[in-house]
């Protein structure tokens, strides 16, 4: 270790892509890993690529990604030695996690590992470095209070961060895009930055108009089956709470009988862990189930709307 303070490391990896036989098959690329003390200080800055076993000819799509040459991939060590090397840094500042944005560098890592084995390649390093990965995307999305996750390169931008060289999607600049969002967040008042406001207005407007989108969609199918004259006068009734609960009731009906056509008598039910009701055929329902349920109903469809009025 190299002194007594405590460090932090940030990793970004690259894996194979644009094909759909590399979907299970992901084998590492490229690693950048920034090492920095508790007050942001960089310690270090590493970069390597690797070369592939099962698929070592890069796809056209995943050049395009990431700016990787076909020639530097196979010029490059196999991904277990140039993980070793990172594990070997790990130690030297005792660092036992590297925070990465996102699930998949985890994913990628052991579809690589089974990738070494079904070769007989020694792949302990990968195993190590790929147990050391901390997915910090969500923890951040909280701290920010964002409305939804955003990926590394719209928000890194928003808080300042531009690659000194090469663009986004390169191991050692994504690495350092997070921890550019990491040391915004405990270091500065990042939520005035315009660039930041901004992105964050443009993604409420933009969940604002799906939900818009999503509600109509569902008042069309829950519309499909005309209204009866005593469900027509009831609705005009309500209000708008009551409104917007007696039409996805009346939405989740309608799928369900489509789906099922030729049932006469459907189940409204409930379980006590469930976040929404089902409705099913009613011959679906196990006696267990309907025993089990905090809430079970019948209805005939010939008069799912005097249901649906008893319900709302």
């Known amino acids: 270790m190299t002194d007594t303070k405590k460090y932090i490391g940030f990793a970004d990896f690259e894996f194979t892509c644009g094909s759909p036989r590399y979907r299970f098959r992901s084998e590492m690329l490229s690693v950048g890993v920034i090492i920095c003390d508790s007050s942001y200080n960089i310690a270090e800055k590493f970069y390597a690529t690797s070369k592939p076993n099962r698929y070592p000819k890069l796809s056209k799509q995943c050049r395009e990604l990431t700016n990787l040459s076909q020639e530097e991939i196979s010029a490059s060590p196999d991904s277990n030695d140039v993980l070793q090397t990172v594990s070997e840094l790990m130690n030297r500042y005792g660092v036992g996690e590297l925070w990465v944005w996102g699930n998949f560098d985890k994913q990628g890592l052991q579809s690589d590992i089974k990738m070494h084995r079904r070769f007989a390649k020694e792949c302990g390093s ?47 600049n994504d690495a350092m895009a997070l921890y550019t969002i990491h040391k915004a967040v405990f270091t500065t008042d990042f939520r005035k930055r315009p660039e930041y406001a901004a992105l964050v207005e443009e993604r409420l407007e933009r969940i604002r108009q799906a939900k818009a989108i999503q509600e109509e969609k569902r008042r069309e199918k829950a519309f499909s089956v005309a209204l009866s004259a005593e ?41 006590e862990n469930s976040r929404k009701a089902k409705i099913l055929p009613a011959d679906k329902i196990g006696r267990r189930q309907a025993e089990e349920a905090v809430e079970f109903r019948t209805f005939e469809k010939k008069d799912f709307g005097r249901f649906l009025m008893d319900m709302v």
């Open 126 to 172: 990968i195993c190590g470095i790929c147990n050391a990965i901390r997915d910090i995307q969500d923890d951040m999305v909280n701290l920010m209070k964002l409305p939804q996750a955003i990926n590394i390169k719209e928000l890194a931008s928003s808080l300042g961060y531009v690659p000194d060289s090469g663009s986004f999607h390169n191991a050692l």
């Open 231 to 271: 469900e027509q006068e009831y609705l005009d009734r309500l209000d708008d709470k009551s409104k917007s609960r007696f039409i996805y009731l009346r939405y989740r009906i309608v799928l369900a009988m489509e789906k099922s056509p030729q049932t006469e008598v459907f189940a409204y039910i409930m379980f």
